[in-house]
Structures are given as C-alpha cells and as structure tokens.
C-alpha cells in the first residue's frame, strides 16, 4: 500500500514537473518570438501616467550641472512620444538611461560616435541583438520605483538584525524534530511555528517590501550580468569586461543568491517550492539583513552596472529606431552656426513631407494656418535633440553645430499661478534670453511671437526679441502671421513660407518649405469651407483688402 502511495506522489510530482518545464519552454518562444517581430518595429506598449515619474528619476538624480532640455521645450515638442517611439528596451535600466540621454544633449562628439558604433554593431547582428535582448527581458522593470529612487533610500537605512528570524527558525526545526520524539506535542508546536513564522515573515516584509523589491532586482541585474557575460559575445566585449569587474566588487552581495531572485510567480516548480521555504524559514529576509551592509558600501558599483547595461539596451533601441523609419542619417557637426539639412521629415508622422534648409541666418516662417509652420519648428527642433544624443537624424543629410535647445511654442494659460497667456508667453522667451551666453550657441525655436497681445505691440515687440536673439551667440527659428516682421527683419532674418492651394472649396497644403515670405491667406476661405453663411465670408473679404490697400480698417 505504501508503494502505491508513492508511485501516485511521484506521477503527480511528475506530470507537475512536466508542465512546469512545458509552461517555461512556451514562454521562452513567445519571448523569442516578440523581440525579433519588435525590433525595427513601432514598440506596442501601453504607459500609466505614473510610469514616467519613475522612468525619468535616473534623470533627474544626474541633471544637475549639465544642460538639459527643460519641461517647456519637452512638452512643446511632444518628447514622450519619440522617447516611446524609441523605446524598444525590456529593463529598467535601459528605458531609465534612454529617457536620462534624451534629456541630456551632448557636446561631446566623441562620446555620441561611441553610441553609434555600438548601434551600429546590433544593427548589423541582429541574432546577437537577440541574445541580448532576451537576457535584459529577464531581467525585466521595477514596478513600485525606480532603482534610483531605491539607491537614494538604501543609503539612510539602519543595520537589521537576523536574530529573531533564527531563533524561529530553530523552533521550527525542532518541532520537526518532535513530531519523531512526541508526535502529538510536535504537532502542536509545528502548527504554532508555521503561523507564527509566516505571520512575521509577511508582517517583515511589508515593512521592508520597497527595499526588498529593489534588492530583489539588484539580485536579477546580478544574474543579468553573469548572463551576458555566458554569451561571450565579442562585440561588446569592453562593456562586458566592465561588467566583470563590477560583479567582482558584488560577490559578497551575491552569495546566497537565489534566495532573493528567485519568485514564484512564473509557475515552475523550484520557484514555488522556494517561495514556501522562504514564508517558513524567512531566508529571503535574512539575506536582504546581511547583505545590506554589503549593498550600502557598494551602491557607486550598483549604478555603474545599471548605467552599463543602459547604455547596452540604448543601443539596441538606437538601431531597433533606424531600422523602423524611412531614411535616416548620422550628422555632420561643425564649429559653424548652422543648420543644413537635405529631406528631414518629423519621425512621428506616418507619410511625411520631407524639406529642405541650408541656413546660417536665423529665419522667419510665414504662412496659412496648418500650412505647416508649427510641424516644421518640430521637425528642426527634435532632430537637433536626436543628433547630439543617439547621434540619428530623420534625413538624407544633417549638418550643424553643438547647440543648447529651447522651444516657446506650445503655451497656455497658468491658471494655478493666476497668469495670463501673455505673461507665460513672454516668460518663456525672457528664458531663452536668459540662457544664451559666448560659451555655447542656442538654438530656438518660437512659434507666433507674443499671439498674446495687441497687434501694434505685438510687432514693434516682436521685432526687437527677434532681433535681441541674433545679435547674441543664437540661431532662431520663428514662425508668424505677421507679414509686417518679414519686411522689419529682412536684413538680420531669412524669409520662408508654406502655400497652399484653394481647389473646389477645398484647401489643398503641399507643407513644402519655400524661399520668401507669404503672400497669401485662408483664414476667412476656412470660414467658407467650413460652412460660415456667404455675407459674413464676403465682407470680411472686402474688409481685408479695403485694409491691404489703405492700411486703415473700415468702421463698422
């Protein structure tokens, strides 16, 4: 009878083994299978509003005493989109180091040539990008915080000690032992343990759970590294060796590892079996209580891991990002003010009108509403940020110089601040006055100069910021309605348009960049098309070139 009790138990065990190591090989292919269809392909994931505090920590710790691209010049140029149009990582160190970089514009051409020789070598490999994207998927993304933010609140955490947990331990061990010595005696005492040593274990670890959850993950970058380091793939071959060294400097955190990194949330049987021992015998606690002394000494060697694995996931997202656009170039800097580009095109819009400049001067865009202006800005601003951070631009051709960006674009009303539109208009350009200096060129881009105010202010204002703007150390791109600007700044600005075409009640863009300034309007022709009644469309019509030809307006 004994015999048929344990061949159930070891076909049960067996049957139990079989599906767990069926459910890992099914994962492992449906992981296979994503990151070869994801790469050069339009990253499908879905973002919590709270994700992005997270994602930009690593940046915001490591901002300080650089230049960085400010909330306003993000916000006007949508940089979260292209941040997730990049963002073909799988850790938390790769979309944290991603986000931190695309803040942080370089002006250091020989640490942007790095970047691109190592996209260059996973677009080039892509089976060993593979590999190596597998390996940073298992690694995976904090969820609580970000590792920043963990190594920020490890650093004021106390000693703790194991004491307790192993005095419960061995009264565990010693009920087990009773149950052989006294089985009614052992059997109470077992009973009393399992609740009183599960009830600490969780009451512990919510204590701790933030902690531990980064610690945990520590744990996993660990494994990353030894991983990485099994693939001995030469391409990478210097940052693996800087992932040696710095797991060299962790061995005393990963002794005992398993305790930690493992989890019993993917359904193998080692795991879940893990996850009950360490409930009964607190084992993950009492690692995370030695090894914390260990961790707080070696926190500088934990960042420099996590900053190592960042820049190898960036790279990938840099070559995953060329593959999935139409054309892209390196650029070409220059210790000239400039900006000359063949064909660029913004990377977010799916059919793009591609255009062309070749600009020393600062130039003023005129033209139609939606002609295309505003987009124009964007495209120019957002490669100049592309080019001094993963060395890529959208375009046949890119030449510029190292400038600092700002944008005053895409403003509003601060109704917390009891602010006005114009009072956040001319606060934003103050800004970028404030900010140029000799040492290095600012580029910005400002569109529809102070719309805030009234017209006669509004151009004789205008006039001067723009014209403040170039006789600093600046390169300015505006755009406007105001046609009298294009005539006032004739000899300091270059003068382009957009046009469009008025074809059976339609009006047709072509959001091709033209030399000059605009000599038409579709303000009151959109009134028509949008089905405005025909006396209001015909008098505003009258009323405009009555003022075009006298340069008075009519009194009504």
Same mark, same amino acid.
């Given at each position: 009878?004994?015999?048929?009790?344990?061949?159930?138990?070891?076909?049960?065990?067996?049957?139990?083994?079989?599906?767990?190591?069926?459910?890992?090989?099914?994962?492992?292919?449906?992981?296979?299978?994503?990151?070869?269809?994801?790469?050069?392909?339009?990253?499908?994931?879905?973002?919590?509003?709270?994700?992005?505090?997270?994602?930009?920590?690593?940046?915001?710790?490591?901002?300080?005493?650089?230049?960085?691209?400010?909330?306003?010049?993000?916000?006007?140029?949508?940089?979260?989109?292209?941040?997730?149009?990049?963002?073909?990582?799988?850790?938390?160190?790769?979309?944290?180091?991603?986000?931190?970089?695309?803040?942080?514009?370089?002006?250091?051409?020989?640490?942007?040539?790095?970047?691109?020789?190592?996209?260059?070598?996973?677009?080039?490999?892509?089976?060993?990008?593979?590999?190596?994207?597998?390996?940073?998927?298992?690694?995976?993304?904090?969820?609580?915080?970000?590792?920043?933010?963990?190594?920020?609140?490890?650093?004021?955490?106390?000693?703790?000690?194991?004491?307790?947990?192993?005095?419960?331990?061995?009264?565990?061990?010693?009920?087990?032992?009773?149950?052989?010595?006294?089985?009614?005696?052992?059997?109470?005492?077992?009973?009393?343990?399992?609740?009183?040593?599960?009830?600490?274990?969780?009451?512990?670890?919510?204590?701790?759970?933030?902690?531990?959850?980064?610690?945990?993950?520590?744990?996993?970058?660990?494994?990353?590294?030894?991983?990485?380091?099994?693939?001995?793939?030469?391409?990478?071959?210097?940052?693996?060796?800087?992932?040696?060294?710095?797991?060299?400097?962790?061995?005393?955190?990963?002794?005992?590892?398993?305790?930690?990194?493992?989890?019993?949330?993917?359904?193998?049987?080692?795991?879940?079996?893990?996850?009950?021992?360490?409930?009964?015998?607190?084992?993950?606690?009492?690692?995370?209580?030695?090894?914390?002394?260990?961790?707080?000494?070696?926190?500088?060697?934990?960042?420099?891991?996590?900053?190592?694995?960042?820049?190898?996931?960036?790279? %990938? +997202? =840099?070559? @995953?990002?060329?593959?999935?656009? $139409? /054309? &892209? *170039?390196?650029?070409?800097?220059? #210790?000239?003010?400039?900006?000359?580009?063949?064909?660029?095109?913004?990377?977010?819009?799916?059919?793009?009108?591609?255009?062309?400049?070749?600009?020393?001067?600062?130039?003023?865009?005129?033209?139609?509403?939606?002609?295309?202006?505003?987009?124009?800005?964007?495209? %120019? +601003? =957002?490669? @100049?940020?592309?080019?001094?951070? $993963? /060395? &890529? *631009?959208?375009?046949?051709?890119? #030449?510029?110089?190292?400038?600092?960006?700002?944008?005053?674009?895409?403003?509003?009303?601060?109704?917390?601040?009891?602010?006005?539109?114009?009072?956040?208009?001319?606060?934003?350009?103050?800004?970028?006055?404030?900010?140029?200096?000799?040492?290095?060129?600012?580029?910005?881009?400002?569109?529809?100069?102070?719309?805030?105010?009234?017209?006669?202010?509004?151009?004789?204002?205008?006039?001067?910021?723009?014209?403040?703007?170039?006789?600093?150390?600046?390169?300015?791109?505006?755009?406007?309605?105001?046609?009298?600007?294009?005539?006032?700044?004739?000899?300091?600005?270059?003068?382009?348009?957009?046009?469009?075409?008025?074809?059976?009640?339609?009006?047709?863009?072509?959001?091709?960049?033209?030399?000059?300034?605009?000599?038409?309007?579709?303000?009151?022709?959109?009134?028509?098309?949008?089905?405005?009644?025909?006396?209001?469309?015909?008098?505003?019509?009258?009323?405009?070139?009555?003022?075009?030809?006298?340069?008075?307006?009519?009194?009504?």
């Amino acid at each position: 009878m004994v015999k048929y009790y344990i061949a159930i138990i070891v076909v049960v065990f067996a049957i139990f083994l079989y599906n767990s190591i069926q459910f890992r090989k099914r994962e492992l292919e449906k992981l296979r299978k994503k990151i070869k269809e994801g790469f050069g392909t339009p990253p499908d994931r879905e973002y919590e509003a709270a994700e992005f505090e997270k994602i930009a920590a690593y940046y915001k710790k490591n901002a300080e005493n650089t230049f960085s691209i400010d909330d306003i010049t993000w916000n006007d140029l949508d940089m979260d989109s292209i941040f997730m149009l990049l963002n073909n990582t799988f850790s938390s160190s790769g979309e944290e180091y991603l986000y931190k970089i695309l803040r942080t514009p370089e002006f250091d051409e020989e640490v942007l040539k790095e970047r691109d020789k190592l996209a260059t070598y996973f677009q080039e490999n892509e089976e060993e990008t593979f590999k190596i994207q597998e390996v940073f998927a298992r690694l995976g993304r904090t969820k609580s915080i970000s590792l920043t933010e963990f190594i920020d609140r490890f650093i004021g955490l106390g000693k703790r000690s194991n004491l307790k947990h192993i005095i419960m331990d061995i009264l565990l061990v010693a009920s087990f032992v009773m149950l052989f010595i006294k089985p009614i005696t052992g059997m109470v005492m077992l009973i009393v343990m399992v609740f009183v040593n599960i009830g600490t274990y969780y009451k512990e670890k919510a204590e701790i759970e933030s902690y531990f959850t980064c610690l945990k993950y520590l744990m996993d970058m660990i494994n990353c590294g030894n991983a990485l380091i099994k693939l001995d793939n030469e391409g990478i071959s210097s940052y693996i060796d800087t992932v040696k060294s710095d797991l060299d400097k962790l061995k005393s955190i990963s002794k005992g590892i398993f305790w930690i990194s493992m989890n019993g949330n993917s359904g193998s049987l080692g795991e879940i079996i893990m996850e009950y021992i360490r409930m009964l015998f607190h084992a993950d606690i009492i690692k995370f209580n030695s090894v914390l002394g260990a961790t707080q000494s070696n926190l500088g060697t934990v960042e420099e891991l996590f900053m190592t694995f960042g820049k190898l996931e960036v790279g %990938i +997202a =840099i070559a @995953s990002f060329r593959k999935l656009l $139409i /054309y &892209t *170039c390196k650029p070409e800097f220059t #210790k000239e003010k400039i900006v000359s580009t063949d064909e660029i095109y913004h990377p977010m819009i799916a059919n793009p009108v591609a255009n062309t400049i070749n600009e020393k001067r600062s130039i003023l865009i005129t033209g139609s509403n939606a002609s295309g202006k505003s987009t124009f800005l964007k495209t %120019i +601003a =957002i490669n @100049s940020i592309l080019a001094q951070t $993963i /060395y &890529t *631009c959208t375009a046949k051709s890119y #030449k510029t110089c190292f400038y600092k960006l700002y944008t005053s674009m895409s403003l509003r009303d601060n109704l917390t601040n009891n602010e006005s539109y114009y009072i956040v208009e001319i606060k934003s350009i103050k800004r970028i006055l404030d900010s140029i200096n000799d040492e290095i060129p600012t580029l910005c881009f400002v569109d529809e100069v102070l719309r805030g105010t009234n017209t006669i202010e509004r151009i004789a204002a205008s006039s001067h910021i723009l014209k403040s703007l170039t006789d600093k150390n600046a390169l300015c791109f505006a755009a406007t309605h105001d046609i009298e600007l294009t005539n006032i700044l004739e000899n300091i600005y270059s003068n382009y348009h957009f046009t469009e075409d008025v074809k059976d009640d339609d009006v047709l863009f072509s959001y091709k960049l033209l030399s000059g300034r605009a000599t038409s309007r579709n303000a009151i022709k959109l009134l028509n098309i949008i089905g405005f009644d025909k006396k209001i469309v015909n008098e505003a019509e009258n009323m405009a070139s009555n003022f075009s030809l006298n340069g008075e307006w009519e009194v009504l």
